[in-house]
């Protein structure tokens, strides 16, 4: 049998713990020949994650991989990606003093090793190259730089990578390319994919890099759609996201609350997973450009529409409305939960990235961000009726603690005992720095194991606690691997509940079992 460790990550993922020279053989496998029901396979430092389609087949997973014979030790015969370098990064030198050589002696090093693509996290593109001689590990910087260039290429550990745009980051930097790691128009998008071998070349012509900043998209058409009049403190684009790419480092992202996008959909009468508007905190106000159908979920706050006369209405939560050409919506501020959800009839039309028209404010794919004076395009209404109005769930208010049903993480017994007791008793609170990509709580400091993990998957839900002891618990933006421990993991049933959380509430968590969720 497979000499690994294999537990579960939520209800749906299965990670298996292995030597650092079984990940790729194993990944390659699974590849290969998937389990039923695989969906997502995520290769870190020293695990492989399986995400499958619901709780049985995870379970199911989780039989057959702990029975699974050991994989064949394979030769690596990947694409081969050759990486031209100018060899003048900052800490160059700083790199050189640690291994006892000079500069030079860190170029002949990093060209000299032959690298292959370990996996892919942190952001679109970024890959964690590993090479299979053995070689110095380079500590990090003590103190991680806010902006890294796009194009820097780094060493951190047994690591080396390019930073495909810029980012903050904690990697010795000894050069740069202009070797392009991210484009939307190559498929795969990712110039280095699982698999793939690497060459690093010393090259001496000055090479401009480029700045990766994302281009906005085409200005909006005239015609048809909801002109934006104010957005409130974040207004987004959401469907239901771009599930099965984690393995090139995007999650799935999507509406945070999916299931009040799906609500707002049916009433609309659209497809389930067509783009509606995600606003947090209210405060937006959209003019509706020819007639449209809408409908209003998530978090709670007035609405009142105005024609152009001035007259106005109340409309209701739960329920389709209405709107003639000119009429004003206005989305007042939330009084309980976090992010209202806006439905259109026939949806949100801006260009789909990567099969979504999902903004994901971590990795700056899909639309920009709205913003005031944008005409957001509709699409053709479908050739259904709208649906009946709908009872809507009780959103958490601030007035007591939110309580989310957790099950144990699979790094759970990294943390010394009364750990996850400690994170069952507490009352924690949601602080400011929360948002689409962690709910970041605030509370008496769990303790900790000395050391960190090696770079795994993560889901939506994975509460990871970082050195300070706080947990940030991941929602929908999360970066599809991390390195710090997961403790728990928020449980399906209560992911659009947490994504309401509002901020400075109380939370409190509550065991439950993995299983339960479909």
Do not use: C, K
Request: proline content about 10%.
């Amino acid at each position: 049998m497979l000499p690994a460790d294999v537990r579960r990550l939520g209800a749906r993922a299965v990670r298996v713990r292995v030597t650092p020279g079984t990940v790729e053989p194993l990944r390659a496998r699974l590849a290969a020949e998937p389990l039923p029901g695989q969906r997502e396979l995520v290769a870190g430092g020293e695990t492989v994650t399986v995400v499958f389609d619901g709780a049985g087949s995870a379970a199911e997973g989780e039989r057959l991989l702990a029975e699974m014979p050991p994989p064949d030790v394979i030769t690596l015969d990947g694409p081969l990606v050759e990486i031209g370098v100018v060899y003048d990064g900052e800490d160059l030198r700083d790199v050189a003093e640690q291994l006892g050589t000079d500069e030079a002696g860190v170029v002949r090093m990093h060209t000299a090793r032959a690298w292959h693509v370990g996996f892919l996290g942190f952001a679109p593109g970024f890959a964690y190259l590993r090479s299979t001689e053995p070689g110095p590990e380079i500590a990090r910087r003590a103190s991680p730089r806010v902006r890294v260039p796009a194009g820097a290429v780094g060493l951190a550990g047994e690591y080396s990578a390019v930073y495909p745009r810029t980012s903050p980051g904690g990697w010795q930097l000894i050069g740069r390319t202009d070797a392009e790691l991210w484009s939307l128009d190559r498929d795969p998008p990712a110039l280095l994919v699982p698999g793939a071998r690497v060459r690093f070349t010393a090259v001496r012509a000055r090479i401009e890099v480029p700045v990766g900043t994302p281009p906005r998209p085409p200005a909006p058409r005239a015609g048809r759609g909801l002109v934006v009049r104010e957005t409130g403190l974040q207004s987004l684009v959401e469907d239901l996201g771009r599930p099965g790419r984690a393995a090139i480092g995007v999650t799935r992202s999507g509406a945070a609350d999916r299931g009040a996008l799906r609500q707002a959909n049916r009433l609309v009468g659209n497809p389930a997973g067509t783009a509606g508007i995600e606003n947090a905190g209210g405060g937006m106000e959209l003019v509706a450009a020819g007639e449209q159908v809408v409908a209003v979920t998530g978090a709670e706050a007035a609405l009142v529409v105005e024609s152009p006369d001035g007259r106005w209405r109340t409309v209701e939560r739960g329920r389709p409305f209405a709107l003639d050409d000119g009429d004003l919506l206005e989305v007042g501020p939330v009084t309980a939960g976090l992010r209202v959800v806006v439905a259109v009839r026939g949806g949100v039309d801006v260009p789909a990235v990567l099969g979504s028209r999902s903004t994901d404010v971590l990795a700056h794919l899909g639309p920009a961000p709205v913003a005031a004076g944008d005409v957001l395009p509709v699409g053709r209404a479908p050739r259904t009726v709208v649906g009946e109005p709908e009872a809507l769930p009780t959103l958490p208010d601030g007035s007591s603690p939110t309580v989310l049903d957790v099950v144990p993480g699979p790094d759970a017994d990294l943390f010394p005992g009364g750990a996850w007791a400690h994170l069952l008793d507490e009352s924690w609170e949601v602080t400011p720095q929360s948002d689409r990509v962690g709910v970041r709580l605030a509370g008496t400091p769990l303790a900790r194991a000395d050391g960190e993990v090696q770079s795994q998957a993560l889901v939506p839900g994975a509460i990871q606690v970082p050195p300070s002891g706080e947990p940030v618990v991941f929602v929908v933006d999360h970066p599809t691997t991390g390195g710090y421990p997961v403790l728990a993991v928020v449980a399906e049933h209560h992911l659009d509940r947490l994504a309401q959380l509002p901020l400075g509430s109380s939370v409190r968590f509550a065991a439950t079992d993995a299983t339960s969720d479909g």
